[in-house]
């Protein structure tokens, strides 16, 4: 058609109308041969000579929606007439002139060829996308998997969302994360949601509902991608109502409530800094309900070691045996706990055993009678638990920090290690020389240390039956006194004078020096750690 040099006289606005089909009229009323979308070429020659049968003319063309009206201008007219011009105006119906003469049936059969290749795509391209979440459904894909492929197959980024406008699936596709995140719950408030999916809201989100045993949970959001126009077609359209549908089953199979898991992956990626950028965990933790701006934050680590579960008062007394049921009847727990609390927290299973709590408090919060109830509710719960604090940080980026400082206060913590009289978690200042030495227990370092300087007492114990290595932790721990180290051994000083100096020979060591004390202290400790006895 181009070499008929065509132009586009009104509705320019309308020319992203869908072509349905090409149909060549000569007839005086070509509406009633026409179904809609068809884009009508003709040479002119029935249109009426009078303005009121153009206006007739062009009124029964919009009214089927007609996609557009194509006039050569070579035979009756050579320039359009102005009632064609003024009533295709008036109806927004796109009016195109053809200056030179062109084969209107060469048109239809590229126009056409076109047409039924683009549908022929389009329905394979709808078979893949039944395909694809069918294969998910029957697989027991979870949401991530579910909104993950959506987005794969829509090029647009989908975020899942509940009723209370929180995001807690996301696949980003087009933008970044911050982009798409970023207030989120205020965006999503101005977005309207319907019974089917639709476009809507300032920025023409394509929304769908989300229900779960007959009830809405939920919506998913595809949201468009600015340099595409227009920004969704019918497959978009399909790919959100097939997502709809893989969330529905998706929540049957995994009964855990998707917030958990939500708050689950947002700390684990916080803990091992995932995030691209701290500009993007802010808008992943706001999107969530977590304040970031003008807050403190701190990480409490909850570490089940063969818990004894509590459950007189849990309302869940079957949930006895594993450790993941133990885990689940604590993040649970600890989140209603810090829900009664009013400050913001994500509470979430960062490990097997291991729950994290991140808290976000205002800067004239205090943090210790938060994690005391949150700590008393662990012990509840599992009274072997070791509830572990870390250090407090102003900046969500900096939360990583406090998660490790808690990881070390946990890894310094012996089993059965006495809490601290006034509170029910540990922290950072507890950890002394011997929880230092638990710690690192395992690092070769320290048994090649302890077994240097002490196997030489410890052999000779052995040879001859004596017990210089209770005499040495005797005088060690009372600070080098020797009428302590003879009271305490039930000894005469005089058996503890010559025994002082056989440890002396066997270690080769002068016990008057302090330095050499503190070593031989040292490697004492480490060698009880060793033994099982911390």
């Known amino acids: 058609m181009s070499a008929g040099r065509p132009e586009v006289v009104t509705g320019v606005a309308h020319l992203d109308r869908p072509v349905r089909w090409v149909h060549i009229t000569e007839l005086t009323d070509p509406a009633s041969f026409l179904k809609g979308g068809e884009l009508v070429l003709t040479t002119g020659m029935p249109l009426p000579e009078d303005p009121a049968g153009v206006r007739r003319y062009v009124d029964e063309l919009a009214r089927v929606d007609a996609a557009a009206l194509v006039i050569e201008l070579v035979r009756r007219y050579h320039r359009p007439p102005d009632a064609l011009v003024q009533a295709c105006r008036a109806r927004g119906l796109p009016l195109i002139t053809l200056a030179k003469d062109v084969n209107f049936l060469e048109v239809t059969q590229v126009v056409h060829a076109l047409i039924l290749g683009s549908q022929a795509d389009a329905m394979r391209r709808t078979q893949r996308i039944h395909e694809a979440f069918t294969a998910l459904t029957l697989r027991g894909a979870g949401p991530e998997d579910v909104v993950r492929v959506a987005a794969q197959l829509s090029g647009h980024t989908v975020v899942l969302e509940n009723l209370v406008h929180q995001a807690l699936t996301y696949e980003v596709s087009g933008s970044t994360l911050e982009e798409a995140l970023t207030d989120w719950e205020q965006r999503s408030r101005a977005t309207p949601t319907g019974d089917h999916p639709g476009v809507g809201g300032p920025e023409g989100w394509l929304t769908a509902p989300v229900e779960y045993q007959g009830e809405r949970w939920g919506r998913v959001a595809m949201l468009p991608v600015r340099a595409v126009e227009p920004s969704f077609g019918p497959e978009h359209i399909t790919v959100l109502e097939r997502t709809a549908m893989a969330l529905a089953v998706a929540r049957l199979i995994h009964p855990t409530p998707w917030e958990r898991t939500a708050h689950r992956d947002a700390l684990r990626d916080l803990a091992e800094q995932r995030h691209h950028s701290p500009e993007d965990a802010r808008a992943r933790?706001?999107?969530?309900?977590?304040?970031?701006?003008?807050?403190?934050?701190?990480?409490?680590?909850?570490?089940?070691?063969?818990?004894?579960?509590?459950?007189?008062?849990?309302?869940?007394?079957?949930?006895?045996?594993?450790?993941?049921?133990?885990?689940?009847?604590?993040?649970?727990?600890?989140?209603?706990?810090?829900?009664?609390?009013?400050?913001?927290?994500?509470?979430?299973?960062?490990?097997?055993?291991?729950?994290?709590?991140?808290?976000?408090?205002?800067?004239?919060?205090?943090?210790?009678?938060?994690?005391?109830?949150?700590?008393?509710?662990?012990?509840?719960?599992?009274?072997?638990?070791?509830?572990?604090?870390?250090?407090?940080?102003?900046?969500?980026?900096?939360?990583?920090?406090?998660?490790?400082?808690?990881?070390?206060?946990?890894?310094?913590?012996?089993?059965?290690?006495?809490?601290?009289?006034d509170r029910p978690f540990h922290e950072l200042p507890d950890i002394g020389l011997r929880r230092l030495l638990y710690a690192f227990r395992e690092d070769p370092r320290i048994q090649e240390y302890s077994e240097r300087r002490l196997s030489p007492l410890i052999d000779h114990d052995t040879r001859h039956g004596t017990d210089l290595l209770t005499t040495l932790r005797h005088y060690l721990d009372a600070s080098g006194n020797k009428t302590t180290t003879a009271r305490r051994g039930a000894l005469s000083r005089e058996t503890v004078y010559q025994r002082l100096r056989t440890i002396e020979r066997l270690l080769a060591c002068d016990l008057e020096s302090g330095e050499e004390r503190t070593e031989l202290h040292v490697a004492l400790t480490a060698l009880d750690i060793l033994r099982g006895h911390p």
Request: proline share 7%; aromatic share 2%.
């Open 285 to 421: 933790f706001a999107a969530l309900g977590l304040p970031t701006e003008d807050s403190r934050f701190l990480a409490i680590l909850v570490d089940l070691r063969t818990a004894n579960l509590h459950t007189a008062d849990l309302r869940t007394s079957d949930l006895r045996t594993s450790d993941s049921d133990e885990a689940a009847v604590l993040e649970a727990r600890l989140s209603e706990e810090a829900r009664t609390t009013g400050i913001p927290a994500l509470v979430g299973e960062l490990a097997p055993g291991r729950l994290g709590v991140l808290l976000a408090l205002r800067p004239s919060q205090s943090w210790r009678p938060v994690a005391g109830l949150l700590g008393r509710a662990a012990l509840d719960v599992a009274s072997t638990a070791v509830v572990s604090v870390g250090s407090e940080v102003t900046d969500l980026r900096d939360t990583a920090r406090s998660f490790r400082a808690a990881a070390r206060v946990a890894e310094a913590t012996p089993p059965g290690q006495p809490l601290p009289p």
